[in-house]
């Protein structure tokens, strides 16, 4: 029960940075999609629904499967080391990696991360412009 509680509080406070981001953006042109990943396998635990309006995969495509999978391969060691380096940090940290679409297309995205030891896990948020 603890831990649920932990969790949805650490989901909260996600949710809360992802309309903080919306609101500094001005214009709201842009998708948000949170994951939650495990620490030691790199495994998602979850994806929101614009993740798959931006990918194209759907939660049950994505949970299961190493996130890292889903990124351009030169993208890959770089997004370890932040793993790495968001579970030493209290902090969320920032980086940029392509994805890959199921349809095979790139799409760039800016990250924050942030391990939350009371959850085990690592909760994920991107930001991608809206083409059009």
């Known amino acids: 029960m ?3 509680l932990r969790k949805t509080l650490a989901k909260l406070r996600l949710k809360e940075l992802e309309m903080i981001d919306r609101l500094s953006d001005g214009n709201g042109k842009f998708y948000v999609i949170r994951c939650e990943i495990d620490p030691n ?8 629904g614009d993740w798959e309006r931006v990918t194209g995969f759907t939660e049950s495509q994505c949970v299961g499967k190493e996130w890292p999978k889903f990124l351009q391969e030169e993208d890959r060691d770089k997004a370890l080391k932040i793993s790495e380096k968001a579970r030493s940090s209290n902090e969320f940290e920032s980086s940029e990696y392509d994805l890959i ?3 095979g297309e790139i799409v760039h ?10 959850i085990g ?11 059009g």
Request: no cysteine; hydrophobic share 35%; charged share 15%.
């Open 2 to 4: 603890v831990n649920n």
């Open 41 to 48: 396998t790199l495994q998602f635990k979850a994806v929101n």
């Open 109 to 118: 995205v800016r990250w924050k991360s942030k391990y939350y030891a009371t």
């Open 121 to 131: 896990s690592i909760l994920s948020i991107g930001k991608i412009p809206i083409q």
């Open 101 to 103: 679409k199921s349809s």
